[in-house]
C-alpha cells in the first residue's frame, strides 16, 4: 500500500503519459484520504509450510532435479521471486489494467508501459527457464516448485503472468512431441525466455467443439506447410516483450478427415529462423485486431489471421489434438493456480481495509472505543467471509501443490508403478483444480470486493480489477463445464475407475487412522460424512449414469465441486493434523500459525465442507427435469 | 439482436462519433458472423400470469387507486412501457457503458448519446407519474405497477433507469416527511419529471455507519440552512437530462448532538427556485469528480461538494434518518428488483445463445443430424444452468410482486389491521428481496455470460456489462451483510416475531391444504422440509442469539438466504397450484407455459431449495469458530 507523498514518487517511475493517467484516473486525495494501491506479500510461508511439513518434500530426493533444489534452497529461491513479483510486477498491475494493448496499423501491438522492463527483469533472473530440461538450457528443477512461481506471479500481476505462463506450456508441447530439429530451433530461446510461445485453437464457429475447425495446412515440397485461416482468443497473440513469437496452431491438412481425426499440430514462428539461428523474415501471422475484453487488459489477446504462414508439423499428421492436450493440460492446472492467485491477492486486501475502516461498533461492546468506530474486522459477518476466502486459499494452496508432485512424479520417477499411480491422480484431479479453484477463486474476489463496500466498486482500490481479471480463468482452457465432463466423462471411468479408488483409498485410511484421535476428531469426522456423499454419487453415477449419460452430464458440475470440496477437506485434516503434532512438540515459536491453521481448518469444516450435502442431492435428482423441457420453452 | 446491416443502421442513429466508436469497437463482422447486440423482451406475459392468476391482483380493488387499473388497462400499459423499454433503452444500453459519463471543466456533467432523448421520451409519455399522488399531478396508480416497470427498465437499461428510480424514491420521502410549501414547490415537477432526485449519505470515510458524518448545516436567518460538506458515490448527483436536480442530503446541523441521533435530512435544489416557480441562481452544490467505475457507466456517479449551498430542513431536526429510511426502503426493493432484471436480461440472450451455437453433440444422439453440430441446449449442464436462471427468475419476480401489492395494502388500505399485517410483511421481507435477489441475480449474470464460453468475456456480446452493472446492486443502499443484520437483528424479533410468525403462519397453511393433492405433492413437500430448516434456525436464534449477538449475526447472511429460499420456494408451490388448476381446466391454449410453470417448479424444489439445509447447518455451527481468531492472525 502507497500513502500519498509515496504515490507520487511511484507515479514518477513511468513515462510522463501513463503517469499523468496514474494519477488522474487515481485522483487519490480527492477525499483527503491517505492513498491505498493493491498491495501483495507472496506467502513463502504457508508455501514452505505445506511442502516441508504436509507434504514432506524432502522425501523426494531421489526424483530427478529434487536433489538439486534441497528446501533451503527452495525457500531462497521462492523468496527472489517474492521480491520481484511484490517489487515488479504487483506495481505495474493496475497500470496494465488502465493502458491496456494497443494495436497499430502495422499490425504491431504494444503492452502497457513497464510490461517489456518486467519481462526483461525476468528474464535475465532465469526464472523462465526454471523448471525446464537440462540439454536445452533448462534448470531441471522441480514442477512443484514453479507451480508456487506461478502462483506468486498470478497474484501479482495476472495478465503479465501469461506472456510465459503460455511459453512454458508450448515449451512442454515442443518437448513432449516435437522432432529433433524442431526442438533444437526452438526450444533454447523459449526456454531462455527470448522467445515466447502461444497456443492457436479457437476459430470464430468453434472453441469447445474442436473438430469444426476449419483452418487448413497445405504441404509445401521442402516440408513445411502453408497454414491459412484464422484464429481468436490468442492470449499473447502479438507484443513487444521479445523478437520472435511462437505459435503453436491447429490445422486441417488438405484431404485430412473430418472432424477431431483430421487435426494437426504445427509450429508457426512470427519471424522466420535463419539456418544460423538468426531472425529472417516475417512469417504471414499477423495480428487483425485486439479483443475487447473484461479484464487482463495487460494481456493482448488477439485475432491471429495466417495467410498462408509457414509451420512444421509437430509429431504425427492428424494427431494434434492429441499432442496439443500436454500443453493444454498443464494450462488447466496453471489456470486453476490462477483462480488461487486472485482469491489470495484480494483477500490480503481485503483483511488490510478490513483492519482499518472504522465503522459501526463490535456488538459485545467498543473494540476500540478510543477511535471513533471500531475496524470492521470486529463483526461476525465480516470476518465469517474473510475466513471463508481464507479456508479456501490454504486448501486450494496445498490441493496445488499435492497435485503438481504428483506431476513430477508421474514424469520423473524410475518406478513405473509410481508413476503410473501418480499420472492417474494427476489426470484425476487437473479438471477439478481447473474447475474448482476459478469457481470458488472468482467468488472469492467478488466477496473480498464485498468487504470495501462502494470503494469496492471503484477502480480506485483495485478489487473490481481482481474480479474481472479471475473471470476469465472459468471460460479459457475449457469452460468449466467441460471440465466437469471431462472428469465425469472421461476421467472418473477410466481403467475401471482405479485413480478415484485410489483417491478414496488415500482418504479414508488417513480419516481411519485419525478419527478417534480427539484432537483430530473435529476435523476428521466430517470429512468422513462428506467423502461417503462423494462416494454415494460416485455409485450412483455407475447405476445411472452408464444405462443413461444424461444423468451423468447433468451431475457433473456438482460431482466436480463435491470432489474439490472432499479434496480441499482432506487437505485441512492433512494441515490440522501436522498442526497438532507441531503444537504438542512445542512448535518451535509457529504457535500463532499453527493455531490459525486449527481454527481455520475447523471453519472449514464447519462451514463449507457440508455443502457436500446439498451437492448429492442434486446429483441424484438425476436428468429427467432437466431434459424435459423442450427448448422453445426455455 | 441485430443481423450487420441492421446494425449498420442502427449505428447511423446516432452522433457520427458514437456511431464511430461503436462500430469501431464492435468490430462486428471481423468473424465474417452475423452480429448480434443484446436484446431484451419485456416478460408482460409471465408478470400477467402473476398479477391475474397467482395474486388475484383484481380481489383489491378495494384500495385507493387499483380500481382505476383494472387488469386488462395494466395489460395495456405494461404493453406500452415494453415497447418504450424494448425500442427505446435497450438500444442504449451498450452506448451508455461504452461512453459514459463526462464531467467538464464548468462541473457539468453530459450523459451518454441519447440517454437525453429517451428520457424526454420518457418524461413525455408520462411515466414519472405513474404512481405517485394525483394531488401533485401523479396519477396514483398501484405501487405494484410500478414495481413491474421499474423491472422492465432496469432489465433494459439499468444505468438510465436509476436517473428516474431515485427521483420516484425522492418523492417518496418529500411526499411523507416534507412540509406542505416544500411539497408545493417541489412535488409537481419532480413528478412530472421536469426535475430528477438524488439521495446524499455517503462521506468518504462513512457509508454504513453513518453516526459518522460530518457534513453540517447552519441555520440561516430565513429559516434555511448553509450545507458544507462532501458527499461521495451520488448516483445521478450531476447530468444533463433536466433542468435542476433536487438533492436530499443528511446534514449535522451546528450543535446537535453527535451520532445518528444529530443528523437531520435536508432538500437541496441545484438551482434555486423563484417565488414564481422559475429557476433562479446556481446553488453551490457542485461535482468534484465523477467515480470511475467497474459498470453502470451511463449513470453519473458523483462526489458532490457543497460549498455553504442552501438547503430547507425535510421533517423534524436531529431525526433525518427516519426521514431518510422512506426513501432508503423504496431504493432496497428498487434495487432487488435490478437484480431480478439483470438475471432476465441475461438469461435470454443467454437462451438465444444456446440455441443458436453449435458445439458438440447430444449425448443421446445427434438432435440436428443436418447440421455440423447440435445447438448447444441439448446439453445437461447448460440447460441445468439455463433452468437455474429461470427458476429464479419467475419466483423472483412473483416475490417481488406479492411484497409489492404488500406495500400497495400498507399505503393504502383502509383497514387498520390489513395495513398493519401487510405492513410487517414488507418490512420482513425488504432485506431479503434486497439482498437475496441481488446475490443469486449477480450470480445469474455471471451464469449466463459462462453460457457464451470466450464470447461472453468479451464487450461485443454485451454479457460482460450485465455481470458489471448486476454488481453494484449486492453493494449500494446497505451492503447485503447490512441486509441481512437488519433482518435478524431488527426485523425477526420486532413485535415480538409477529412478522415473521405471520409468515410461517401462511406459508405451513399453504403447505397443509395441499400436501396430500398428488398433483401438488412433489412441489410442496419439499417446500415442508426447508420451511422446518428456516423455523429450526428461527427457533435457534431465540435460543442462542438472544444471550450471545455475535451467534445471530454470524448466521445472519445465512439466514437471509435460507429466508429468501423459502420464500422463493412458496412463489412456486403456488404458481405449480394455479398451473395445476388450469392445465385440469383446459388451460385455454396456455398449455405450453403451464407445463412450464411446473417443470421449472419441480426443477428449484429439487435442485435449488435443498440448499436451505446447508444453510442451517452453517447457522447451528455458531459464532464461536468465527469469532476466535484474532485480527492478526488474518
Redesign the interface.
Known amino acids: 500500500m502507497f500513502v500519498r507523498k509515496e504515490f507520487k514518487a511511484f507515479c514518477r517511475m513511468f513515462k510522463p503519459k501513463t503517469a499523468y493517467i496514474l494519477w488522474q ?1 487515481a ?1 487519490m486525495d ?4 491517505e492513498v491505498y494501491m493493491p498491495s501483495y506479500k507472496a506467502p513463502v510461508d504457508d508455501t514452505m509450510f505445506i511442502l516441508r511439513d504436509v507434504l514432506n518434500f524432502e522425501r523426494y530426493d531421489n526424483l530427478s532435479g529434487f536433489s538439486d533444489a534441497p528446501l533451503d534452497m527452495i525457500e531462497a529461491i521462492l523468496g527472489e521471486s517474492a521480491k520481484f513479483c511484490e517489487g515488479v510486477l504487483t506495481p505495474i498491475n493496475r497500470i496494465g489494467d488502465m493502458e491496456g494493448c494497443k494495436r497499430h496499423p502495422d499490425n504491431s501491438v504494444s503492452t502497457p508501459d513497464s510490461f517489456k522492463s518486467a519481462y526483461q527483469t525476468y528474464v535475465q533472473g532465469g526464472w523462465n527457464g526454471l523448471t525446464t530440461d537440462p540439454d536445452y538450457g533448462g534448470q531441471g528443477l522441480p514442477y512443484t516448485l514453479g507451480a508456487v512461481v506461478n502462483e506468486f506471479m498470478s497474484s501479482a500481476n495476472m495478465a503479465w503472468a501469461m506472456y510465459p505462463g503460455l511459453t512454458l506450456g508450448a515449451i512442454a508441447a515442443l518437448q513432449t512431441h516435437a522432432s529433433p530439429d524442431i526442438k533444437r530451433i526452438y526450444l533454447p530461446k523459449m526456454i531462455e525466455g527470448t522467445w515466447t510461445g502461444t497456443m492457436n485453437l ?1 476459430e ?6 474442436l ?2 475447425l476449419k483452418t487448413k495446412a497445405v504441404p509445401e515440397a521442402d516440408g513445411s506447410y502453408a497454414i491459412t485461416g ?1 484464429k ?2 490468442i492470449s499473447a497473440g502479438e507484443h513487444d516483450l521479445t523478437e520472435n513469437i511462437i505459435h503453436l496452431v491447429l490445422a486441417r491438412i488438405e484431404g485430412a478427415p473430418s472432424g477431431t481425426k483430421g487435426i494437426s499440430l504445427f509450429v508457426v514462428p512470427k519471424m522466420m529462423i535463419n539456418s544460423d539461428g538468426s531472425l529472417g523474415a516475417r512469417n504471414p501471422v499477423t495480428c ?2 485486439i ?5 487482463i487488459h495487460g494481456n493482448s489477446t488477439c ?1 491471429m489471421n495466417y495467410d498462408g504462414a509457414i509451420g512444421w508439423l509437430v509429431g504425427e499428421a492428424n494427431r494434434g489434438l492429441n499432442a496439443m492436450f500436454v500443453m493444454m493440460n498443464e494450462a488447466r492446472l496453471g489456470v486453476g493456480i490462477q483462480g488461487l492467485a486472485q482469491s489470495e491477492v484480494a483477500y490480503q486486501n481485503a ?1 488490510a481495509y ?2 482499518d475502516r ?3 461498533r463490535a ?2 461492546g467498543a473494540a476500540s472505543p478510543e477511535k ?2 471500531d ?1 470492521i ?11 471463508s476466502i ?1 479456508a479456501f486459499n490454504e486448501a486450494a494452496r496445498a490441493l496445488v501443490l499435492w497435485t503438481a508432485l504428483k506431476s513430477d512424479i508421474a514424469h520423473r520417477s524410475e518406478d513405473v508403478a509410481e508413476r503410473q499411480a501418480a499420472d492417474d491422480l494427476l489426470g484425476l484431479m487437473t479438471p477439478v483444480i481447473k474447475g474448482v479453484l476459478t469457481d470458488m477463486g ?1 467468488d472469492n474476489t ?1 466477496k473480498a ?2 468487504m470495501f ?2 470503494h ?5 482500490w483495485g478489487m ?1 480489477q481482481f ?2 481479471d479471475a ?2 480463468a ?3 482452457e475449457g ?3 467441460i471440465q ?2 471431462d472428469l465425469v466423462g472421461r476421467k472418473l471411468g477410466r481403467d475401471g475407475g482405479r485413480a478415484i479408488m485410489s483417491f478414496f483409498g488415500e482418504v479414508s485410511g488417513f480419516i481411519k487412522e485419525h478419527e478417534a484421535t480427539d484432537t483430530m476428531s473435529a476435523h476428521v469426522l466430517p470429512l468422513k460424512k462428506s467423502l461417503d456423499h462423494l462416494q454415494q454419487a460416485t455409485m450412483w453415477f455407475m447405476q445411472n449414469g452408464l444405462s443413461k ?2 444423468n451423468a ?2 451431475g ?2 456438482d460431482f466436480m465441486h463435491c470432489f474439490g470440496l472432499v479434496a480441499m477437506g482432506y487437505m485441512w485434516a492433512l494441515q490440522a493434523k501436522v498442526a497438532n503434532d507441531k503444537l504438542k512438540a512445542g512448535a518451535n515459536g509457529a504457535t ?1 500459525n499453527m ?2 491453521k486449527l ?2 481448518a ?2 472449514f469444516m ?2 463449507v465442507l ?2 457436500t ?2 451437492h448429492l ?2 446429483i441424484t ?1 438425476g ?1 429427467d ?5 423442450p ?4
Open positions: 484516473h485522483q480527492r477525499y483527503g484520504r479457437t470464430p464457429h468453434c472453441g469447445t467443439d473438430g469444426l484464422q481468436i482468443f487483425g485486431s479483443e475487447h475484453k473484461m479484464g485475432v483483511v478490513a483492519k472504522l465503522q459501526g456488538l459485545t471513533p468506530a475496524p474486522i470486529v463483526h461476525p459477518d465480516v470476518r465469517r467471509t474473510l475466513l481464507k472468482f467478488v470486493q464485498q463496500g462502494g469496492g466498486y471503484v477502480a480506485e473490481e474480479v474481472r473471470r476469465i472459468q471460460i479459457y469452460a468449466n463445464g466437469a465432463l449419460p444424461d452430464a447433468a457433473s458440475y500463532d493455531n490459525s481454527m481455520t475447523r471453519f464447519e462451514r457440508p455443502e450435502a446439498a442431492q442434486r435428482a436428468a427435469t432437466v431434459m424435459a423441457m427448448a422453445d420453452m426455455f
